[in-house]
């Protein structure tokens, strides 16, 4: 019955442009026709449970896009892939030998780090890292300013350690998010080593999207969420 229905749509478009042929040329005709036939044939393959070369795309170069694209893309698939990208990640930094709430650590684990805002010398000093989407870059002149004096201050007190977070905003998979979450608390991290902060002293998490400072879907609110957040501890 199906099948009935395009075919008598497909005769009315030939009706139709042989009909109307009486102003125009036969070639004309005959390009409309088989144009006509083109789509109705599509129609029936589909109708047959064939839906062509539709596929998953997972990332951009399944687009096609030349290698030097730069645009952004967050892909679909939520997988385990993307916690080896984390990994991958996390192998290229140089780790602490003492990491907190580990059996022979020294130092307690996180839920004993506590938010610098809450401490009135160091609220002004530990402001949020934000990047842009889809990124880990650290750039812009007040994420530098902000992490110099993090720096400074951290060279001069030995006594204090940090830990930092990795957060992104809704948008895209969990474990994605997790991955990129990893990137930039990492990239944080890096830049205050090169700086002269103790490795020792620095330790990295990230929440993915699990823990967003702000609640809502507009720019700014992703904006907002796209960060580097600091937990600190003093022995």
């Known amino acids: 019955m199906k099948y009935s229905k395009v075919l008598v749509i497909f005769l009315l478009l030939l009706l139709a442009n042989i009909v109307g042929g009486c102003a125009r040329s036969s070639t004309e005709v005959w390009d409309d026709t088989k144009t006509a036939g083109r789509y109705v044939g599509r ?22 896009y030349a290698a030097n694209y730069n645009d952004d893309f967050i892909p679909l698939e939520d997988g385990a892939e993307y916690n080896k990208l984390a990994m991958r990640e996390q192998d290229n930094i140089p780790q602490s030998r003492n990491t907190p709430g580990e059996p022979n650590s020294t ?5 004993a780090f506590q938010d610098p805002r809450n401490a009135p010398e160091l609220a002004a000093l530990f402001n949020n890292v934000q990047f842009a989407y889809n990124s880990e870059l650290v750039k812009g002149e007040q994420n530098l300013q902000i992490l110099h004096k993090i720096a400074n201050y951290l060279k001069k007190h030995s006594e204090m350690y940090v ?7 809704e948008r895209g998979p969990q474990a994605y998010n997790l991955a990129l979450g990893t990137r930039r608390s990492n990239a944080v991290r890096t830049f205050l080593v090169k700086e002269g902060v103790n490795l020792d002293h620095l330790f990295t998490i990230s929440y993915g999207k699990e ?12 904006r907002m969420n796209r960060r580097a957040q600091f937990k600190v501890y003093q022995r």
């Open 163 to 169: 830990f930092i977070e990795g957060h992104c905003d």
């Open 107 to 111: 130092l307690p684990g996180i839920e």
């Open 211 to 222: 823990r967003p400072l702000v609640f809502g879907d507009t720019e700014d609110s992703f």
């Open 43 to 64: 129609g029936l393959r589909s109708l047959g449970g064939k839906q062509g070369e539709s596929r998953q795309v997972t990332s951009r170069h399944d687009f096609g």
